[in-house]
């Protein structure tokens, strides 16, 4: 199969950047760091890094290889070079180095490369290109054969998903600003009635979490999960989980996953019924 180079930025390289992880996730069911809901959640707020060009490989099924840039700050930039497992052309190396020069060439302070720590590949070349290795976090998983039963929301709180509150600013605005409902409307994968809320009775908005379900791999994603400082070990977090999660099998997924860093985040992840599998490294290259 004859592959060609093509680059793309904005909302194509989205679009590029979906099916290459979905055809990723389709060849193996545990390798990588990311699914096609992930880089959906990264494009929740415009960026530097949107108009960069994305490389991406691609033969008679798409894209088979690709190198994503992300920039969250003007000087915290991510670079993610992805190969679909099983893949020969392009070799992995190459699409590693590519990254690497295309990372630098964007960023003046420097980026950062996860890598997780099962990919002996990647990490052999995150270390032959002398990166530092600096911190990690950690994935787990769920079944849908072992979802967890429905908690209970404590008394004065409600539920509610976006397609109860359309015209209503998103509880997300603060701290991604006001043009996130328009750009989560711009992904794919995103659906109103999995982007949950808790409300107190007077409306105010304690805590919030987005639920991502991508029919092409039957994956549910949790990205992300936030209470507000003063409604915190009320058991906010773990009944939306539960509703979450419960609504990702009913929409089909085989499987639901999570990632975090902090202990309080594994507690609550295991509380409802997550496995904790892989952990990654987040390897960073310093500008010249
Ligand atoms: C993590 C977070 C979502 C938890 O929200 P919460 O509503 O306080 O969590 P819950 O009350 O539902 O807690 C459920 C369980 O999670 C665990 N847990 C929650 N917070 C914890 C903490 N600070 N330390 C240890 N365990 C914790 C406990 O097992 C808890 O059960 P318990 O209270 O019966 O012991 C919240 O602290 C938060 O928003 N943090 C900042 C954002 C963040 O880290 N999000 C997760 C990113 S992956």
Redesign the pocket.
Known sequence: MSVSEVRAAGHEALLLATKLLQRARRADPHAGLWEAADVQWWWRTPRRSDEIEKIFWVDDEGPVAGVLITSWTDDAWQCDPVVVPGASDPETNVVWTRAIEHAASHSETGFEVPVSDDDRTFTELAQRSELIPGRHDSTAWMDAAGPPTV?ALPPGFQLVDRTQRRDTPHPLRRRNGNGVAQRLAQCPLYDPALDLAVETSDGKV??Y?LYWFDPTTRVGL????????E???????????CTGTDRLIGRGADRVK???????????????GFRPTSTATWYRALSN
């Open positions: 908690s304690a805590g979490s949790v990205e992300p999960v936030r209470v507000e400082d409604f915190r070990r009320r058991g906010l977090a773990r009944a939306m989980l999570i990632s975090y860093e902090t202990d309080a985040a594994a507690a609550l992840y295991q509380s409802v």
